[in-house]
């Protein structure tokens, strides 16, 4: 039972742009905090940003601060990453993440497939 999948990865010169998009079903789509990890090669597992379903509580890594924009569109169970001013250090498989408490860790329930993003230089 597919319960996030992602979309929207690829390969993106440094400066572009990308949106990524997860959406939701089942049990997924009922939890309260949705969340974007990333994983470069590797590496360990990063927090990226998080949002509660009410859009009141936003985080973000300090190192996409100012350059991701996370939202959500609560009706169609999707959560957005916008990223721009991509630089090739965020070269990753993003993965979205479902769970009751919009943290940093990782300890969310749910969790999707991932989506490469590829910067080149």
């Known amino acids: 039972q597919v319960q996030l999948v992602e979309s929207g990865g690829g390969l993106v010169q440094a400066g572009g742009s990308l949106r990524l998009s997860c959406a939701a079903s089942g049990r997924a789509s009922g939890m309260n905090a949705r969340a974007w990890f990333r994983q470069a090669p590797g590496k360990e597992r990063e927090f990226v940003g998080t949002?509660?379903?009410?859009?009141?509580?936003?985080q973000y890594a300090d190192s996409v601060k100012g350059r991701f924009t996370i939202s959500r569109d609560n009706a169609k169970n999707t959560v957005y990453l916008q990223m721009n001013s991509l630089k090739p250090e965020d070269t990753a498989v993003y993965y979205c993440?479902?769970?009751?408490?919009?943290?940093?860790?990782?300890?969310?329930?749910?969790w999707g497939q991932g989506t490469q993003v590829t910067v080149s230089s």
């Open positions: 949002i509660s379903r009410s859009g009141v509580i936003i």
């Open positions: 993440a479902a769970g009751w408490v919009a943290g940093q860790t990782d300890e969310y329930a749910y």
